[in-house]
Structure formats: structure tokens, C-alpha cells
């Protein structure tokens, strides 16, 4: 047996979405999936005899370098209403250019898995994101020119990429104005994590899904709080005994140097004490709670490159 070298195939890309310009970090790849509705033909006499596809859409994921001021476009479902449209009335192309000089295009994309987001010295900020790519606005699911298409243009080089907008700081944490809490570090930094329930909007029959609406959001953050008193932990994960009894959060700030990060109302959710050789107070978790101001729901999670006027 012999094998030709040049057939096995590597290759970089960049891709763009929603006015943004995104490089995969570390060594991840950019990965294109696609996904399909089956139904099975199938009989009682011959079992299984073959398949028909009844939907189709592609979901394309990365990891996306830390470049902070991409962050508008990475959590942009932040701003989407309950049960509101992730794609909006027009639709958002999603491209991925190689640096052969191929450029996919999808004609209709929704981020439908938002990165975990980092705050700590030295370490990347996002995790891995996942988008939908649909049928695109009053398209023809027979034609696959109407998710996607293939072209052959110059790669356009890495003008986009910035270093300097890589922000790895350690950052400071607020939650009120008491001590120790308004003003601690983390043992490692934080993980903020925004969980979103993205649920397929099929066109019809024979259609497909055309869109997803977004059906729940979560935000939560984690860390390991530094000088933080057993009593003073307890004290907020108790602050309501009564067993069914609300509790109104707190906003918790984390910032640095160019990242002001705010969830909204959050409330101490779980921890954990240990005796050993460990901290005492071990990881906690915050969850941001919704709030109304003059009858507009406030956002679970902010992220600024600066504190608000």
C-alpha cells in the first residue's frame, strides 16, 4: 500500500459572523457538522429499509480567541427577549474563509451556544460556541444553494487579528458594599458561564427549520473566593431560612483594566467548607436573578469594556 502525502488535507480559516472577524484559539479547530431529520422506511417483513431526510441544518463550532471586543457579537442572544427570534427579521450569514482561497458562506446563522467566559491572569477568555446555519428567509429547502454556497476568493489575510485585544487580567470582585464582600479576589480566577435553551423553529412540512427562538438563559459565576470568613460565606448562602422564602440578590462586579463584567442581581447559590489542606471557603456559585426597572427587564449579564457613566 502507498499513500500521496499531499491528500491529507489541513487547513486554517477564519471566520465571520455578524460584523465580526473570529479565529479559532488554541488548537481547536473550526468544525462543520451537519445534521440532519431521518425517517425510517421500514416494514414488519424486511425491518429497516432505508431513510428520508425531513430536515437539515449545520452547526459549525469553535472556540473563539479572546479578543474582547468581539464581545457584543459572541453573546448577542444577551439581548434577545424570551422566546424571541435568535435570527431576528433578516438573516446573518456565517462565513468561513480558508487560507487556500475557499470561502463557504451560510446564508442564515444563529449562535445558539454561547462561550463560558474566563477572568483570570494569564488565561484565554471564551470556551467553545456552537451556531445553527438554517434555510435562509423564504428559501427552497430542495436547493442547497439556499443554505449554502462555495467560492473561490483570496484569503483575506489576519488584519482582524489583535494581540493587544487578548485581555488576560485577573480581575476584582464587588457583590454590595460590605466587607468582605465589596471588595475580594478569586483563589483562580472565575468562569462565567451564560446557559441558553435554543429550541428549532420548523417552517412547515416539507420546510424545515428556518429559525430558533430562544427558550431560556441562565448566567452563573464561579470561583474560588480569597478571604472570605466561614461566618461570612454562611451568612449569604442563609441570608432567607425560612424554607420557600425569597431572596433578592446583589450585582456582582467583576472587573480589570478595559472588562467591567456585571451579573445582574446575583444571589450565592451553592459552595462548599473543607478541612484540610485546602481554603476553608471552597468554590461558590452565583447566579444572576432578573430584575425589572420601570417594567423593562434588566439584562442578566452585562459586559462593557468600562464601567457605565
Excluded at 210 to 222: E, G, H, I, P, R
Aim: glycine share 10%; charged share 15%.
Amino acid at each position: 500500500m502507498t499513500i500521496d502525502r499531499t491528500l491529507i488535507l489541513r487547513e486554517r480559516a477564519q471566520l465571520t459572523y455578524d460584523g465580526e472577524t473570529f479565529f479559532s484559539g488554541g488548537n481547536t479547530p473550526i468544525v462543520v457538522t451537519p445534521v440532519f431529520g431521518r425517517a425510517s422506511i421500514q416494514t414488519t417483513s424486511h425491518g429497516k429499509i432505508e431513510e428520508r431526510i425531513t430536515d437539515r441544518v449545520y452547526r459549525v463550532s469553535l472556540t473563539p480567541s479572546g479578543q474582547w471586543a468581539h464581545r457584543d457579537a459572541l453573546y448577542g442572544p444577551l439581548e434577545v427577549a424570551q422566546g424571541g427570534s435568535l435570527i431576528g427579521a433578516t438573516d446573518k450569514p456565517l462565513v468561513i474563509h480558508t487560507i487556500s482561497g475557499t470561502k463557504f458562506t451560510f446564508n442564515c446563522a444563529a449562535i445558539t451556544k454561547m462561550p463560558t467566559l474566563t477572568l483570570a491572569a494569564g488565561q484565554p477568555m471564551f470556551g467553545p460556541m456552537e451556531f445553527m446555519c438554517v434555510l435562509e428567509k423564504n428559501g427552497d429547502p430542495s436547493s442547497i444553494a439556499d443554505y449554502y454556497s462555495t467560492a473561490s476568493v483570496s484569503y483575506p489575510g489576519d488584519d482582524d487579528f489583535d494581540p493587544a485585544a487578548h485581555l488576560t487580567l485577573a480581575v476584582n470582585a464587588v457583590w454590595g458594599d460590605t466587607t468582605p464582600w465589596s471588595s475580594f479576589l478569586a483563589e483562580t480566577g472565575w468562569v462565567i458561564e451564560p446557559v441558553m435553551q435554543a429550541t428549532p423553529e420548523p417552517g412547515g412540512d416539507g420546510i424545515g427549520t428556518v429559525d430558533y427562538k430562544l427558550a431560556n438563559l441562565t448566567v452563573t459565576a464561579k470561583a474560588v473566593p480569597v478571604g472570605i470568613t466561614k461566618a461570612a460565606w454562611l451568612a449569604k448562602l442563609h441570608e432567607a431560612t425560612a424554607l420557600g422564602a425569597r431572596r433578592t440578590g446583589t450585582d456582582l462586579i467583576l472587573s480589570a483594566s478595559g472588562i467591567y463584567v456585571k451579573l445582574n442581581a446575583a444571589i450565592l447559590t451553592d459552595g462548599d467548607a473543607g478541612y484540610g489542606d485546602r481554603k476553608l471557603v471552597g468554590q461558590c456559585t452565583w447566579e444572576a436573578t432578573r430584575t425589572w426597572t420601570t417594567g423593562v427587564v434588566n439584562p442578566l449579564l452585562t459586559l462593557l469594556a468600562a464601567a457605565p457613566a
